[in-house]
């Protein structure tokens, strides 16, 4: 199959102003930065390019991500040097975890250099970075191994059902499942793990894949994730009788499978785990685990920790953001590291989002609209979910 390049274009949403220092939350330099809320900045997601292959309905949509559309120009992306130049600034202030994604982040050209930049780096403890990679796994089975070597340390497969019919009808490019199971199969013999796969549910379009979807992956050491559909931006179309919630297919899972609540593995963790119980009773390991992320129905935002750049570098807080910080002129200008730093630590310092507590406090019949008056979100494809 040739890879197609779906364009996207530049989210007009304007941006904010970088606030002034303040002295409430002051960060100071060698200390983890602090939010209005008492939220550590630990988890970057970094959007490497603007470009995908499938066109999923819940993210880029075919009829609105057309060959009309123009993606940036290669001029406008932060340079891999741009990238960790950041990323250090977010180090700096605590960050312990990146992840790249995209768009689709395996198209982004000589993308192993940049892992190796980065796996350098060190946290603020001197703990080696955690590095990490969500893909749709079209282009892993090629690039595995070579990714493992630069020093990427784990993969998340986007995955959204076994059946051939279903997947092709959820990516929109006729891409097989075969070759998503078969990357998934060099991620684990490069040692890219523990490997996670995450399956959007869409009541409607795929709620039959997930009891296929669990017994697949049970005892292969791999973390399901179920995610209820979400309302990033508007291209997707989203309503609410469309989200199939996280309880609804916990009870499905447990009309077959014995299944345990597990405690978050690290603070902040956004999906909730749940182990298998073997025929005894006990709790064992080896059959994997599944986890369940509801930033639909159940919000996280109290212990929310993560941060999204986008490929040109603007700087998202939430991932339902209406507005973000433009990065890109501090980056490329003339101020140094620890300027760069304290711009971020200053836009972390003021932050207050708390977008799914709003929503979710809300009559379900008033949540097809926003909570900031219908003010238009970020989309899922640009800013890199």
């Known amino acids: 199959m040739s890879e197609r390049v779906i364009p996207i274009i530049s989210q007009p949403l304007g941006n904010l102003p970088i606030p002034v220092p303040s002295h409430v939350q002051a960060w100071t330099p060698g200390k983890q930065v602090l939010d209005q809320r008492n939220r550590?900045?630990?988890?970057?997601?970094?959007?490497?390019?603007?470009?995908c292959n499938f066109r999923c309905s819940y993210c880029m949509p075919k009829e609105i991500f057309n060959n009309d559309y123009v993606y940036l120009p290669h001029s406008a992306l932060l340079s891999f040097e741009e990238i960790t130049r950041t990323a250090q600034s977010f180090i700096e202030l605590g960050v312990e975890k990146i992840r790249l994604t995209g768009g689709e982040p395996l198209l982004r050209k000589n993308l192993e250099i940049l892992i190796a930049q980065l796996a350098v780096l060190k946290t603020l403890t001197g703990q080696d970075l955690d590095i990490t990679l969500t893909t749709n796994g079209s282009l892993l089975a090629k690039k595995a191994?070579?990714?493992k070597?630069?020093?990427?340390?784990?993969?998340?497969?986007?995955?959204?059902?076994?059946d051939d019919v279903v997947f092709k009808q959820m990516n929109d490019v006729d891409f097989p499942v075969s070759d998503v199971l078969e990357g998934i199969q060099a991620a684990q013999a490069a040692g890219l793990g523990p490997i996670k796969v995450n399956m959007v549910v869409k009541r409607g379009t795929n709620e039959q894949e997930i009891l296929p979807m669990a017994r697949y992956f049970k005892g292969k050491g791999i973390s399901l994730r179920f995610i209820e559909y979400m309302d990033v931006g508007a291209t997707n179309g989203w309503r609410m009788n469309e989200v199939m919630p996280s309880a609804d297919i916990l009870q499905l899972l447990q009309t077959?499978?014995?299944?345990?609540?597990?405690?978050?593995?690290?603070?902040?963790?956004?999906?909730?785990?749940?182990?298998?119980?073997?025929?005894?009773?006990?709790?064992?390991?080896?059959?994997?685990?599944?986890g369940f992320i509801s930033s639909v129905t159940k919000a996280f935002c109290s212990d929310c920790n993560r941060a999204r750049l986008t490929t040109e570098g603007q700087l998202y807080l939430c991932l339902f953001a209406s507005q973000g910080y433009d990065l890109?002129?501090?980056?490329?200008?003339?101020?140094?590291?620890?300027?760069?730093?304290?711009?971020?630590a200053d836009i972390w310092s003021h932050r207050d989002d708390r977008y799914s507590e709003l929503r979710v406090s809300e009559p379900l019949a008033e949540q097809d609209a926003t909570p900031s008056g219908g003010k238009r979100k970020v989309e899922m494809s640009y800013i890199g979910g």
């Open 328 to 344: 890109k002129p501090l980056v490329r200008g003339e101020l140094d590291q620890s300027a760069l730093t304290q711009a971020i």
């Open 256 to 290: 077959e499978m014995s299944l345990t609540a597990l405690q978050a593995s690290q603070p902040g963790e956004t999906a909730e785990r749940w182990g298998y119980l073997n025929e005894e009773g006990v709790l064992d390991e080896a059959l994997g685990e599944i």
């Open 145 to 147: 191994q070579a990714l």
């Open 40 to 51: 550590p900045l630990r988890d970057l997601r970094i959007s490497v390019t603007d470009r």
């Open 149 to 162: 070597s630069a020093g990427l340390k784990r993969v998340t497969v986007s995955l959204d059902g076994l």
